[in-house]
């Protein structure tokens, strides 16, 4: 069974830095695009950055140049370095993978739990 669990979160000061980690666990044949979301309360879940199975990177514009997603495939881990934050930043983050198991034809979207950012100004 395939999970997706994000750590790395907490309480920073408004300048600082966060790094999260989302960690692919099962049985796992490839990994194809994987993403973090975030969702600020009151307000719809938002794409923060992706990053391909190739390396190629895309960021929402409110994180470009502060936030750096990279990726491990050995480790089926991708990471969120996030960097500068501010309260702006405070959000549950969640990361979103296509996963193809094994036994399984075809890639699926799997979420993962999330983990709380905090922001303090």
């Known amino acids: 069974q395939v999970q997706l669990v994000e750590s790395g979160g907490g309480l920073v000061q408004a300048g600082g830095s966060l790094r999260l980690s989302c960690a692919a666990s099962g049985s796992i044949v490839s990994i194809n695009d994987v993403s973090w979301y975030r969702q600020a309360p009151g307000k719809q879940r938002e794409l923060v950055a992706t990053?391909?199975?190739?390396?190629?990177?895309n960021y929402a514009d409110s994180v470009k140049g502060r936030f750096t997603i990279t990726r491990d495939n050995a480790k089926n881990t991708v990471y969120l370095q996030s960097n500068s934050l501010n309260a702006e930043d405070t959000a549950v983050y969640y990361c979103?993978?296509?996963?193809?198991?094994?036994?399984?034809?075809?890639?699926?979207?799997?979420w993962g739990q999330g983990t709380q950012v905090t922001v303090s100004s």
């Open positions: 990053i391909t199975s190739r390396g190629s990177t």
């Open positions: 979103n993978a296509r996963i193809r198991p094994i036994r399984a034809m075809y890639y699926d979207t799997y």
